[in-house]
C-alpha cells in the first residue's frame, strides 16, 4: 500500500483547507487566502481558454469587473435577492462574453491577444466613464454580503471563506472534468492547429465560443464573489493591472496545467504579501522573477515539477531496464 | 576540401548522428543517402554551423569549422539551401535573391552577373520575378531557394533533398542544373532519398542508417551494391 | 532622491501585539501616479510618531507607550485601501488607520464601525462626514468653505465667465459639482466644463484649447499639484490671461517648480501654502520638516503632523490607547491639549460629524507673490 | 475654422509621438514577433535620462537627448541578448509574459532611481509663437519636424541599405536570413537598438510639453498598439499613418464628440477594424 | 459519382490556380491528380475540402451542392484530406492525435462533460477503440503512445491518414503522401493505400512519384496551370503527348 498517491494527496490537501479556518491565527490569513481563492477562479477561466484552446485572451479583468458590477449594481440599486443577484451577474457576464467572443474570436494569436486587452480596456473605460450606471469613479459602496441560505449565515471571515472554497473546488472539478473529456481534446486539439482540427471536422468557432463564455463565466463568478467579499467596488478592478496580475498567476503556477493556477495564485499574493515591506518597489524583485520563471519554466512551477517527476521516474526505470529504455522513447 | 573526423550531433540527450567521417574533394559531387531521419539534414546542419559538434572535427579547406557561426561559414562559400526552403515570402523572387548575394553586397556588377545566370538557369523565375516568393508552387519555390544559395557564389553547394516533390520533368531538370552548377566549379554535396537520379550524377556517395555511416563508395560501387539498390533505389 | 531608509514600515517580524506599542495604521497611494502626494501624508504622520517616540513616549493611565507605525501601499486603489486595513486590524490591531484619499475612506466606512478602528480621513469631501459614521475623523477642512471666498476673489478681480478643467476623480467632481452653481447663483456663467483624468493624460493642449475658445475669464482646475500645474502652464501658452481657482488638492508652493515662476499663476487663488502661513510654530517646523525630508512641507504634510499629535493626545484623555470610541470621543480634549509647538494650524474643534473645524486659510498670487486672503 | 486647425495642429503633435513609439514597437513586432510590453518603459526611460543628463550634468537638450538614445539603445540590446533571445523557440505567449515582467521591473526602478514625483523638463524652445491666430510652441514645431525627419531617416535606411534590408529578410524567415549569411544574432539586436532609441526620442521631445514620471509610458504603449493593428502588425508606413490618424481623431474627438470618451475612441477604432478584418487593416490575404 | 466539380475555379489576384476544372470520382476507386509544380493539384484539393472558397463553379457530393460549406462540416459528410506539409497535433501522442479524428462522429457536450453522462463514457470509448482500429490499419499500434514530434517523416504521414480514417470517410484526399520517404517505405505506403480501397474506400491522390502512381491509380487526371490537360487510365496518360511534354519529360519513371 502506498500512502503517497495522488489522491491521498490531494485529499489530504483538502482537509487541509477545510480546516484552516480553526489553525488560522488571525482572521488576516484567511482574509488573503478567501482572496486568493476568488483570483484563482478567475484564474481558472483564463486558464481554460488561454491554457487549452491557445486564445490568449486579456480582457478577463474586464469580465471580472462586469460580474463584479452586475452583482453590486442588482443587489445596490435593484436591491435583488444576494443569491438571485450572484445568477444574473454570471449570466450577465456570459451574455457579453458571448457577444464579445462572437467577434474576437474571429481574430487570431497577438491579434486575439491585443484585441480583447483592447476589449477589456474599453470596459474598463466605460465603467469608468458611465456615471449615471457604475458611479463612475466614486465606485459603489455597500454591497450586502451573501445572505442567508435557510440556517447558514455568511456574516464571518470563516464563512465566507468556506463559501468561496466551495465554489473554487467546484471550479476546478468542472475544469478537470472537462479537459479530460473529449470537449477538453476538442480544446486542445484547435490549440495545436486550429487548420487540422477544421478539417478533421471540428467545429473550432463552436467550441473556440463555448470555452471563452465558460472562461468568461468563471470571470465573472470571480468578480461577483469578490464584489461581496470586499463589499466595495471601483472601475479600477477592471484595469490591465489586474488583468497582469492574473495573467502573472497563471504563468508562473503553470499554463495549461490543472493546478497551476491555484498554485500560482497563492504562492504569489502570499509572497507579494511578504513582500510589503518593499512597498513600491517589490516589482524590483517580482518583475525579473516572473522573466527567469518564464525563461527557464516555461510551464510554470506545476510544469516544472511534472518534468521532474517524469524524470525521477525515466531515471528509476533506466536504472532497471537500462539505458536502452530511454533511446527507444525518444529516438 | 571538406573533412568530417568522427563527427557526433546531439539534441538534448539525443545523438543524432555518430562516427560520421565524409571527405568532400574539390569539384565532386558528393550525395548522401538514407531514409528518414537518418541523419542527412543533421549533418548538414552541422557543417554549416546551425548545430553545434558535440564530439569529432570539421574542416573546411584545411580551417577548423566546428565552432564557427553559420554567417561565417556563408561568406567562406560554405551555402546550404535547406529542406523547407527558407525563403522570405513577402519579398519578391528577385528581392529573394539579391539577399541571397548578401554577403557579397559590395559587389554590385557581380550581383547583377550571378542574377543573370540564375534567371537563365531557370527563366520561370525571371517570368515571375515580381511576384512574392510565398506565393510560388512548391517546385518554384525550390527553384528560387537553389537560385537563392547559387547568389551568393558558393565554394561548397549542400543541396537537402532538392527533388521533394517535384514533378518528374522538373526533377530531370533540377538534377542536369546541378550537373551544370558543377560544371562551372561548384562543389556539391547532396542529399538525396532518389538514389538513382543522385548517384547517377555523383562522383561518390555515403549511406546513411540510424545516424551512422554503413556503406560508402563510389557512385557506380554503390550502385552496383545488392544493399544499396534494394534499399533505396527500389525494384 | 526619495526617503527610503527613514521610512519605518514595521519590524514586520514583531508583530507588534508589544504591550507598550501601539501600532499607528497607514493605507495610501505609495506607488503610481500619486505616490509623492501619498508619501507627503505618509510623512507628516511619521515625523509626528518619530517626534513622539523621540521623546520618549507617551504616558496613558499610568503606562508608558511608544508607537508603531505601519504603512501599506494601495495604489489609490479604496478595495486595495479596504484590504489593507483588514489586514492592519488583523496583524497589528491599530485603532486607528490614516488613509488620504476619499474613496478609501468610503470603502473603510463599510467595516469600520463593526471592526472597531478609527479612520484619519485625510480628504476635504464632505460626504465623508456626512454619512454619519461614528469613528471617523476628518483632518482637513471641508472644501465647502473655499467655495465663497474663491469665488468672490475670481469674480470680482477677473470676470464673469468661468471654465473648469478639473480632475475627474471623485473628490474633483464631487467639489465641481459643489462650485458651479454657486458660481452660477453669483451671477457668473460656466462656459466650459469638462474633467481631464490625470493618470491617463498628461499633455493638455487639445482640451485647454477647447476651453479657451470660449473665452472664460476664470479658469477652475485641480487634482495633484504637478499636472494642475501644467494645465496652467499651457492655458497661458495659449493666450489665456484671465486667473485661476485652484482646488485644494494642488498647493501653489508645489505648482511652482513646474509652472516655471508664480508669474504663471498671476491671479490664482488656493489654499494659503504652509511655508506662508503666520501661524507661530511654522517656522520650527519648517525647519525640522526640511532637515529630515529635504524639501519644503506641504499642507498635507502638516495637517498630518497635527492629526497625530491629536490623536495621541485624545488617548491619554482617554485613558485608552486601544478603545476606538473612547478615543473618538475624547478628539475634542485631544485637539485642545496639542502643545504650541506643534500648533502649526488653528484647529479649534471637531463638529459633531468628525470635521476637525479648522480655520480656512486662503491665498492668492499677486504681483509674483503669494499673500494671505482674509 | 481657426479652432479646427488648431486642432488639426495639436493632433500633428501628438500624432508625431504616437508614430515614434509605434514605429519601435512594429519593428520589433516584425521583426521578432515579440509584442513588447516593455516598450513603454523603455520611452519612460528616454525620459528620465534625457531629464538626468540636463538637470544633473547641465548638458545641453540635444546632447542629453543623444545620450539618452544610445542609453535606451543599449537596454534595448540587453534585453534581446538576455531575455528575449533565449525565448526564441518558446511559445508566443512567453515573449509577452517576458516583457510585461520587464515592465513592470523597468517602473519599479524608475521609481527606486528617481523617485515617483511628477518632473518637467524645461527644453530651450519654450517659446510660444502665433502666426495667423494660431498658438504653436516652438517645441511642438520641433516634435513634428524631428519625428518626419527621423521617419524619412529610417524608411531610407531600410529600403536603401544592405544592413536596413537584412532587417526586413530577417523578419520574413529567421532560418532564410541565416542560410544567406545574416548573422540573426546581430540584425537582433540592431533592432532592438533601433527600436530603444526611437523610444528615447519619442519621449525625449514629447516631454518637454508633458510630465516626466514612472506610468508615462502606459497609455502611450497601449495607444501604440492599436496603431500597429490599424497600419498592420510590422509595416513601417502603416505605423506611421496610424499614428497620425490617431492623433487627428483624437483631437478633433475631443473637440466635436466628447473630451471625456475621447481615449475610447482609439479602442473602439480598433476593435471596430478588426471586426471587420480580423488580420488588420493591411495584412497580406493569405488563404 | 461521389464527388463532382463543375466548371471549378480559383483565381488569387490576376493568376487562374485552378481554371474550369470538371472532375468526377466514381466511388470505390483510386484516383489521382498529377501535373507540373504550381499546376493547382494542392489548390484543387483545397477547393473540394472547403479549405478555399472557390473563385466560381460548383463542387457537388452525391449530388448535393456542398460548395459553400465550411471546412468541418464537408469532413462531417465523409470528406477527409492530408496536407502536403504533414500537419499534426505537434504536441500530443499519436493515438492522442488519432482520438480526437473521430470527434466529429460522438454527440458529448460540456454538459456531458461536467457531469460525465454515460454518454460521454460511452462515446469516449467509441473513439479510444476507433483510433486503435485505425492505428492498426496503418500499422502504428507500437507507436500508440509516441509523442508525434519524435517520430520520423514516414511514421507521421501514416499517423496522418490515420487521422483522417479516424473520421470515418468515404472518401479520403491524400496530397503526396509519398513525398520524402524512401522507396523501401513507398511501396508500403502503395500497399497501404491498396488496402484501404480494397476496404471500400474511395481514394484520390496527389502524387510525383510516377512509378507508384501509375500501378495504383484506375484514374487520373492532369492538371497544368490550373487547367484539365487530360485524363484517363494510367496507360492513356503515359501515352499522352502533351501530358509527355508538360510533365513527364524523358523518363517517365523517376
Ligand atoms: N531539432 C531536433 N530536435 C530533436 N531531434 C531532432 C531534431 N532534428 C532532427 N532530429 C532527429 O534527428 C534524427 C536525424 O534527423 P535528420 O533530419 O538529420 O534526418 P534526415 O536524414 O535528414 O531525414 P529526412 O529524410 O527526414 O530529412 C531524426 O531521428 C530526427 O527525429
Ligand atoms: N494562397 C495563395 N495565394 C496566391 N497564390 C497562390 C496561393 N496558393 C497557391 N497559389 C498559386 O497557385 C498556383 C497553384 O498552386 P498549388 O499549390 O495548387 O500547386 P500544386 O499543383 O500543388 O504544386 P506542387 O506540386 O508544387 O505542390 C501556384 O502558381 C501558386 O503560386
Ligand atoms: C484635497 C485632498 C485632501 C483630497 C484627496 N486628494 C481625495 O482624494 O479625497
Ligand atoms: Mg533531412
Ligand atoms: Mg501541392
Redesign the pocket.
Known sequence: MKILTKRNGIIALIVFAFSFPYIAQNDYYLHMLTLSFIWAIAVYGINLLSGYTGYLSLAHAGFFAIGAYSLGLLTVKAGMNFWLALICACLITCAIGFLIGLIALRTKEHFFAIYTLCVGYIIYLVIDKWEGLTEGVRGLIGIPAPGNIGPVTFDTAASQYYLVLIFLLAVILIVYRIIRSLTGRTYIAIRNSEDLAQTIGISTMKNKLTAFVLSTFFAGLAGALYASFIRFIGPDIGSTAIMFDLLMYLLVGGIGTLSGPLVGTLLLVILSQNLQFLQEYRMLIFGPLLTVIIIFYPRGIAGAFFDWQRKRKDNALSGVRGELHIKAEE? | MLKLTDVAVN??S?T??NHVNIEVAEGEIVV?L????????????SISGI?KLSKGESHFQGMPIGGRAPDRNVREGIVQCA?GRKLFPQMTVQENLRMGAYVHRKKKAEIKDSLEYVYHLFPILKEKHHDEAGSLSGGQQQMLAIGRALMSKPKLLML??PSVGLAPLIVEQMFQVIEEINREGITILL?E?NANAALSIADKGYV?EN?EIVVQGTASELLANDEVRKAYIGA | GCNKGDSPVSSSGSKGKNDNVVNIGFSGPLSGAAALYGKRTLNGVEMAVNEINDAGGFEVDGKKYTLNLVSLDDKYLPNETGSNAKRLIQEYDTPIIFTPHSGGVLALQVFNEQEEFIIGAYTSEPAVTESGNSLTVRIPPNYEGYIEPFTTYAMENFGKKIAALPTSSQYGKDWTEAVLPHWEKQGGKVVYNSSIDFTKETDFFTIVTNALKKDPDVLFIGGASEPTAKVAKQARELGFKGGFIIMDQAKLDQMKPIAGSYETLEGSIGVLPLMDSDEEAVPAFVEKYQKNYKEDPSSEVGLNYIAMYAFVEAMKSAGSVDDAKAIRKHMQDGLSNIGPDQKIYDIPSIDENGGFASTIVVGAVENGKVVPIR | MEILIQQLFNGLTIGSVYSLVALGLTLVYGILHIPNFAHGALYMLGGYITLSMMTLYGVNYWIAMFVSIIVVGLLGVLLERFVFRLLREAPPLHDKIAAIGILLFLEAFAQFVWGADFHTMTSPYGQVVNILGLTFTLQRLLIIVSAIAVMVLLYLFLKKTYTGSTIIAMSQSREGASLVGININKVAMLTFMISGGLAAIASSLASPINLVFPGMGHLVILKAFVIIILGGMGSIPGAIVGGYILGFSESLGATYISNDYKDIIAFILLVIILTVKPTGLFAKGER | MLIETKNLTKRFGGLAAVNNVDFSIEKGRINAIIGPNGAGKSTFFNLISGFHRPTSGTVLFKGIDITKLPANEIAGLGISRTFQTTSLFDQSTVLDNVIVGHRLRTKSNLVDAILRTKRLKREEAACRDKAMEVLDIVGLTESADRMV?????EEKKRTAIALALATEPEIIFLDEPAA???PDETEGLTELIKKLNRSGLTVCLIEHKMHMIMNLADHIMVLNYGEKIAEGTPKEIRGNEAVIKAYLGGSASA
Open positions: 529516438g | 539534441y538534448g539525443f543524432a548522428i548522401l538514407g531514409a528518414n531521419g537518418a541523419g542527412k539534414s543533421t549533418t548538414f546542419r548545430s529542406e537537402d533533398e542529399a532519398q546513411f545516424g | 514530434s519524435s517520430i520520423s517523416q520524402g520517404i524512401n
